[in-house]
């Protein structure tokens, strides 16, 4: 059997971006990074050392650059749609560009009570995320959270599960729920409301995570994203990926005290992990 | 000469706790990690492997959990207070105890505008800090800010400095400042009003951040400084340490376009660090 | 249109393990961190809350601690087939299980020039990896490397490649080549010689890279997958994802110096990254 | 009480270089980070936003390149020395520069056997470093370890200590010892043969851990400290900063398994820290 290359795709990753629009009486701000990935016609440089075809990743940076210059980003969706569109249009042999491009999110600080013309402060570590998947036949367009850190202190019961001998774990009605929120949703038609879109989908997230009477990660997971494509026939498809932020009671006894519910240690590891996709048939 | 053992201390870092208070309309949560060390008289387990006098770190973790039970953490100075005072009343030969305790900081999340009563949204990577520096004559206790991320994107110049044969930097009256404050204040009595003191530092830190015409890192660190001592007899000393999160302005000649002061690269290494302690006579 | 629950799968990560094991003459040790995943019937936990099929991932922890117990670890391959077999075969609704098992590589303290009998040294990020894929009807095994971070300061060029508007990469005939290999490979039937396989692969990826006169990361890869196909036929398929650790020529011009090709800036991002599978027809 | 200016300093971090030297028959490669920070008369840029007396930190990244070039690093100790000595020389209102170089360490990449030439694989986390602190008066040089990670899996017991109500930690005679080491030892002349003496301190320090038959990590962190001082005259002083890197013995019976001290769980949080310093009468 004869080696050949199989799948193979490159670009670049991590380029940053603070983009400043100075209007009369405020400036806007964004953070952006970047990442880009193309497939196409490059078996020669892989088994030839022919470059021939290759556009360096490092020009893939300056693009980025030059695609944001004089045209301010405002949906992190619409701007890896143009750069993905750029790489297609430029570049004859390239067969696939993917554009991920996340969003840090920042706030205006607030003097007197009032949003601060030019002077921002970090919310942390939440991005919005807007994917452009694009090939000569078709374009998908992704939106997404990542980083967003929830906890809830009761509405949260995990019992009724398979027990075996190696389960330790006690039922219980009544634990701490606590997970950081990754979602990526695919939107039916490419050219979405995609702002709206995202501050809907979170405030649903957020409302969901809150209100619901949980009997797992699982069922919290379905009934987000069902509410979502419930809601938005823009959406075709949401993916989730919880990691469980598990919070211990701590066994006090020991120190001759009673913990009622009340004193917890969260851990990072080992966490539950719970992934699933909830779309339209 | 002989060798000798000289300063030495040791303790637990990162005992994580959550505590919830179950009120009958709402829950209240905290998230704190506590770091303690203590210092005395060890000579024997270090010189001899006589642990005699040893108080175990897996005690002291259990300690902040016993501490916790029953008694909810509002500012974390207190709980350092009261946890160093329990390592110097109950081991006569530890001669201080140092207790640093690092709030993470949620809020709650709204549904239909409202705060819910229930559950919670991590505000990112700013932590409020207590310390309490205990020893048998007295007691020291500082506030603190970690992680405090903020960027202005006009207000800012750099220029009149020295220039030597390495000096490269170009000078300019307008470019972005961003940041991570970290601060340390003392209390000039170690039972002031911290939760209180803590908002209104921060409040100030922020809006001199955003307001101040600055001239340089060194300048805006001074006046905030001055302006917390200046307003607040409770507060004897206040430091910082500011790494310069530097936003380089990408030069777009080379691709044939100009930048009007709008595209910039964000950069995590190489990074100023500006450190000072503003006090009084 | 309806909507259902689509991909869905779940489990424990970041099981984290020591192993010891305690000869007359000498102590073995392992440390590993496993990842479990497994599809199934799920379908009622996530819409009705109905747990009854779910294995809790606080089990799946036990059951990584329980089948380490009196059958020391060797190859992660080897642990991660006898994990993923278990679950498929206490648990007739699981139609598929995944476990990924990372081994932190240590190796003994010399004392006199002697390998020590029962203490260790890490020899820092690198990981070696197992994956077993098993479902009803096959298992699909792979090993793998990750975090192997290597850098050659001659041998590699870059140039022949795309100039556009946006290109300002010189072209370059001697440049430094950095990176962290992650790799894994799938093998032709699923009982090989684990261990020495890794060995053998391990040992062509660092001497490809430091052998090759390299036109890009792209031919370094290919080159490097056909040698370990060439010389394994119990190898099927070898992928690559390699960031590209840029090292940039600092230009000394401005200062008054030269710099002959000597003084470089290593950076973090951005960076390029690479990936490719190199397979049999 | 007027406020004042008090303690300041500044500087650059994380400047990082790679420095090749290139031979006939092989090349040598170093790799750095450094830290930078000066004190001075920078009042005036404080309290004036007068910048007149301030060197950018720009310029110190510039000189970390500039004193480099044309003279490989050997010795990160001799680069600290070098580096403060200009700041002081060419400044005349800084009265005291701290220069801070780490060495992220590498080794040959061996082919059939032998080291190759210009090839190398890093050998992970563990840093030299190398500190001088030089005032117009005198001049402090030390040496140290970052990231060195050692386990033994036996030779290690912690009983005798103290129980109080809060105690729940069993004595144990047999028990895994982990830590990352950290120190810093001070020379008694700042011309001392650097390399050696940072080699065989690495090498004390690693086979006391590996040979002592520890009674708690103050024990063994102090008789490795006194090793030093009675081996060598040129080292005065050193000081150690370890984590306990807790293993836990897994309670596998409730799993119906017994534990012959074989399986762990490797844990981060919460972590012992035990700091000491060792020095002469």
């Not at 050392?49 to 992190?76: E, H, R, S, W």
């Not at 452009?132 to 980083?147: L, Q, Y």
Request: glycine share 6%; aromatic share 8%.
């Amino acid at each position: 059997m004869a080696v050949v290359l199989g799948q193979n795709n490159y670009g670049k990753s991590r380029v940053r971006l603070v983009q400043v629009t100075r209007h009369k009486d405020r400036h806007d701000m964004k953070e952006l990074d970047v990442a880009i990935q193309v497939q196409g016609d490059f078996t020669a440089a892989h088994t030839k050392g022919d470059n021939a075809k290759v556009l360096p990743t490092d020009t893939m940076k300056n693009t980025v650059y030059a695609l944001a210059q004089g045209d301010p980003v405002v949906d992190p969706e619409a701007f890896a749609l143009k750069l993905s569109a750029h790489f297609l249009d430029t570049q004859a042999h390239i067969s696939e560009a993917r554009v991920e491009v996340r969003e840090h999110l920042w706030k205006r600080i607030a003097v007197n009570g009032k949003p601060h013309r030019h002077s921002f402060l970090s919310t942390g570590d939440e991005r919005r995320v807007g994917i452009a998947t694009r090939s000569r036949a078709s374009v998908a367009v992704e939106g997404g959270i990542d980083g967003l850190l929830v906890l809830k202190t009761t509405g949260s019961a995990f019992a009724g599960y398979i027990k075996d001998r190696y389960t330790t774990l006690p039922e219980t009605d009544d634990r701490i729920f606590s997970t950081v929120v990754a979602s990526r949703w695919r939107y039916a038609i490419p050219d979405s409301d995609f702002g709206v879109l995202w501050r809907e989908i979170r405030r649903i997230t957020l409302e969901t995570f809150a209100e619901h009477n949980s009997q797992s990660v699982q069922q919290t997971v379905y009934l987000t994203g069902k509410l979502v494509l419930d809601t938005f026939d823009a959406i075709s498809e949401i993916r989730f990926s919880l990691p469980n932020k598990h919070c211990l009671l701590v066994n006090l006894a020991p120190l001759g005290l009673e913990n009622h519910n009340e004193i917890f240690v969260p851990t990072d590891e080992p966490y539950g992990l719970i992934e699933a996709t909830i779309k339209r048939t």
